[in-house]
């Protein structure tokens, strides 16, 4: 029932900027958090920003710390993460996932998308 899919992917060059949409559906509970994560070939997944229902956007890692923002519009349903001032090592495929009565973002949400590749070219 809950699905989340990302759209807004791409090539861009470095220097430039992005802005992510996780759109979702199904969900039970008006209480729920919304974690972008990012896994770059060859390394591990990794936690990027993390949004609350409650709360708004709680967590960045340093890494995208002065750079990303995470932020929604509920009335359609959406998640949105905007990358400013992209790098090269922002290259990898990001994801959407959530959790149901929940604030707390970690790897082991319940929910998942399936991905967009963000290129980001030196």
């Known amino acids: 029932e809950v699905q989340l899919v990302e759209s807004g992917g791409g090539l861009v060059q470095a220097g430039g900027s992005l802005e992510l949409s996780c759109k979702f559906s199904g969900f039970t509970a008006d209480d729920y958090a919304i974690g972008w994560f990012r896994q770059a070939p060859g390394k591990a997944r990794e936690g990027v920003s993390c949004?609350?229902?409650?709360?708004?956007?709680?967590h960045n890692a340093d890494s995208v710390k002065g750079r990303f923002t995470a932020s929604s519009d509920s009335a359609k349903n959406t998640v949105y993460l905007q990358m400013n001032n992209l790098k090269p090592e922002d290259t990898a495929v990001y994801y959407c996932?959530?959790?149901?009565?929940?604030?707390?973002?970690?790897?082991?949400?319940?929910?998942w998308g399936k991905g967009a590749l963000v290129n980001v070219s030196s």
């Open positions: 949004f609350s229902s409650s709360y708004g956007n709680t």
């Open positions: 996932a959530a959790v149901m009565e929940s604030s707390l973002c970690t790897q082991g949400m319940d929910y």
